[in-house]
């Protein structure tokens, strides 16, 4: 099947908007992350879950937060947009064998 | 603190052979990782190095020094479809991925 899927593709959001990006994983996985990724740095983590039910910050998790109800699902929701959010997002989710992470294929937001 | 550094851009020629450094400072070491990205794409994993010495993997293998900081990549046979951005991760301490900002490959015929 899928993977992980992400939704939306991409969105352009007005300031102080709310969104929420949506991330669903097929593999059972424990563990899931959500980065940004902005030009001329690394994957930046915002917040993760170790298992469902559990959340975690990262290291660039204000404005954000994140919820796990189960072990599929792990939304993301900005709360009230600003411009410094425009970035590329992708969720993951880790194989708690062999420590890979298998990624999505990204939700890239633009905030006006 | 915690850092990843690898060159920003490196070129390289059809058919060659390349090699990709990272240097890492970490909070703990539970294994480094070197994924692929291609542009406008997700990550895709090429390797993981927990232990010194190196890991070979097709056209693709991928060496690590502990005491050192310090993994290579090396990619042979280089083909056109090998350029993309190719990202170092350490495992740190509390298991979270600490990225490079990746090494962008340009192949040249």
């Known amino acids: 099947i899928a993977g992980i899927t992400q939704a939306p593709t991409s969105q352009i959001l007005a300031a102080g908007r709310r969104m929420t990006l949506r991330c669903t994983q097929d593999m059972r996985h424990n563990a899931m992350y959500w980065y940004r990724q902005d030009l001329g740095l690394g994957l930046r983590l915002i917040h993760y879950?170790?298992?469902?039910?559990?959340?975690g910050k990262g290291e660039v998790p204000d404005g954000y937060s994140v919820s796990r109800a189960n072990t599929d699902d792990f939304p993301l929701t900005l709360a009230s947009a600003v411009p410094s959010q425009t970035s590329v997002y992708f969720c993951?989710?880790?194989?708690?064998?062999?420590?890979?992470?298998?990624f999505g294929p990204g939700t890239r937001l633009t905030v006006l | 603190g915690q850092n990843i550094d690898q060159p920003t851009e490196m070129t390289a020629t059809e058919g060659a052979i390349v090699q990709i450094n990272c240097t890492y400072q970490t909070s703990g070491f539970n294994g480094l990782f070197w994924y692929q990205q291609h542009a406008g794409e997700a990550p895709t994993f090429l390797s993981y190095?927990?232990l010194d010495g190196l890991e070979e993997k097709g056209r693709f293998s991928s060496f690590l020094s502990r005491s050192k900081g310090y993994s290579y990549l090396l990619l042979k046979e280089l083909q056109m479809k090998d350029s993309a951005s190719y990202l170092c991760?350490?495992?740190?301490?509390?298991?979270?991925?600490?990225w490079g900002a990746g090494t962008k490959l340009i192949i040249k015929p």
């Open positions: 991760a350490v495992m740190d301490s509390n298991y979270q991925l600490i």
């Open positions: 190095n927990v």
């Open positions: 879950s170790n298992t469902a039910g559990t959340t």
């Open positions: 993951a989710s880790g194989d708690s064998v062999s420590n890979e992470q298998f």
